[in-house]
């Protein structure tokens, strides 16, 4: 019964790389949530997919950042010419629909240097 | 927008003692959930709360949902150093999302 996977676990890049985050959610569950900690804050909202759409992105940075959630395949959160501003641990969540409980992976910490 | 405020943001008590940790907003939410984050891991469910009123006991810990659904707390009874972590609670929205209070460090010393 494997729960939510992420993964790498954890992502070094230089500033202008692109850094890929990927997310398989929990047997059964389409809904994808992707959230950002930012050290010494707590969770903050980006975007919310269902299965080849987004829900709302009401989280996200207008430039840079994207997500998609295909039909096949993980969710990926893809943040283009990274800045040092992105460091930080981006965790998927899931669920099975909306309004259900959400369950969150181990994260995946990005390190810019 | 909707926001949840939680408190006390820092909180160190001595083994056995008991705490509560309190979630507080002005909106109202279709459910409430309450995590523990380890460092360097992944927030973990502890309880969902749905029905305002509604009590939920997980053995030393207790939750309660305000009547009003807007506000929520976690009691923990004779806490341990095995309680230590940050706790977040989270309110649920028609439209899926989890909204974040800002977590309780709890460090309880033996």
């Known amino acids: 019964n494997a729960g939510v996977m992420q993964n790498p676990r954890h992502l070094v890049r230089r500033r202008g790389q692109e850094a890929r985050l990927r997310c398989s959610p929990m047997?059964?569950?389409?809904?994808v949530y992707w959230y950002r900690q930012l050290p010494e804050e707590g969770l903050k909202f980006m975007v919310y997919?269902?299965?080849?759409?987004?829900?709302?992105e009401s989280g996200m940075p207008k430039e840079r950042f994207s997500a998609e959630f295909p039909k096949e395949g993980p969710s990926i959160l893809r943040i283009q010419q990274v800045v040092r501003g992105d460091s930080a641990a981006y965790f998927c969540?899931?669920?099975?629909?909306?309004?259900?409980?959400?369950?969150f992976g181990e994260g995946s910490w990005l390190t810019v240097v | 927008t909707q926001l949840l405020e939680q408190s006390p943001q820092f909180l160190s008590i001595q083994e056995g003692e008991n705490l509560t940790v309190y979630c507080n907003s002005s909106s109202v939410f279709s459910s409430l959930q309450w995590y523990r984050q380890e460092p360097g891991e992944g927030p973990v469910l502890l309880v969902t709360v749905v029905t305002g009123g509604e009590v939920k006991k997980l053995k030393r810990l207790t939750f309660q949902f305000g009547d009003a659904r807007k506000d929520s707390s976690l009691h923990i009874t004779a806490a341990q150093p095995g309680d230590t972590g940050l706790y977040l609670c989270a309110g649920g929205s028609q439209g899926g999302k989890l909204i974040f209070g800002q977590g309780t460090e709890l460090s309880v010393k033996p």
């Open positions: 997919l269902q299965k080849e759409n987004i829900i709302d």
């Open positions: 047997k059964g569950h389409s809904h």
């Open positions: 969540a899931s669920s099975r629909e909306a309004g259900n409980t959400i369950y």
